[in-house]
C-alpha cells in the first residue's frame, strides 16, 4: 500500500510537471503575428499525426481509480469545409493506438494497452490560430488483470467523447490539448445496460500533431509541375 501511495504521489507529479509546461510551449512557439493556419493546414485528404501522454482519474464510484496514457493518433481529413460562422469545418476519421494506458486501482497498478479504431472527429477551422474540434469514439481496452476489479475481465470496451483544440504554432505543426470522456464497461456484460462494474472517467492528455499532404496529393501537384514546365 505504501509502494502504491508513493508511484501514485510519483504520477501525479510527473503529469502535473508535464502539463505545466504545455502554456509555456505554447507561448514560446508562437508565430509573431495570425496566419489563418487552421483553414490552410487541415484541408481535406490531410493526414493528422499525434503523440499524446496524460491521465486522468476517475468519477462517482471509481474516484480512487487513476490512470497515465501514452497514445499515438492517426487520422485524415475527408471533407472540405462546410457550414458557417463559427461552425466552420470538416470531418476527420482517425484511429488511437495506446500502447500504455496504466490502471492504478484497489491498491495496485494494472498495466494495458488500446486500440481505438474509429474516432469520428469535427475540426473547426474558423479561427485564424486555434482549431477546437470534437469527437465520439469506440474503442477495445486489453489489461493484465481484471477492470474494474472483481468478477469482471481483462478486456473491455471503451466508449466516450472528446473535446479539445490545436494550438497552430507552424503551418504544419501544433499543440493539441484534449480531453476525452471514457466509460469503460466489463465486456462480458449481456448489454450496455448491465448492471456490471463500469469506470467513468475523463482523461486528460497533450501533445503535438502534425498536419502532412496525402502522398496522392504530392504526386499530382509533381506532374502538374512537369507538364506546366514542358
Known sequence: M???SRSKRKFRHRMNVGLGLVPLLIILSSPLCAQDYPAKSMPQDVWDLGLFGGGGTGLLAAKQTHYAIARFHVGRIIT???????????????????????????????????????????????NKRI??????????????????????????FVAGGSIGFHVFVHKRHA???????????????????????????????????????????SVQLSTHDCDHRR
Open 175 to 217: 499543440i493539441s490539448l484534449e480531453t476525452r470522456w471514457v466509460h469503460i464497461s466489463d465486456a462480458l456484460a449481456p448489454t450496455i445496460l448491465s448492471s456490471s462494474p463500469t469506470l467513468p472517467s475523463p482523461p486528460a492528455t497533450a501533445g503535438t500533431s502534425n498536419f502532412r499532404a496525402a502522398a496522392r496529393a
Open 131 to 156: 482549431a477546437p474540434y470534437m469527437s465520439l469514439t469506440r474503442s477495445g481496452l486489453v489489461t493484465r488483470d481484471n477492470v474494474p476489479p472483481g468478477n469482471t475481465s481483462t478486456f473491455n
Open 80 to 126: 472540405g469545409e462546410h457550414l458557417r460562422g463559427c461552425a466552420r469545418g470538416n470531418f476527420e476519421f482517425a484511429g488511437d493506438y495506446m500502447p500504455l494506458w496504466e490502471v492504478y486501482q484497489g491498491g495496485h497498478a494494472v498495466y494495458g494497452g488500446n486500440f481505438t479504431p474509429i474516432i469520428l472527429q469535427w475540426n473547426f477551422t474558423s
Open 2 to 4: 505504501v509502494l502504491f
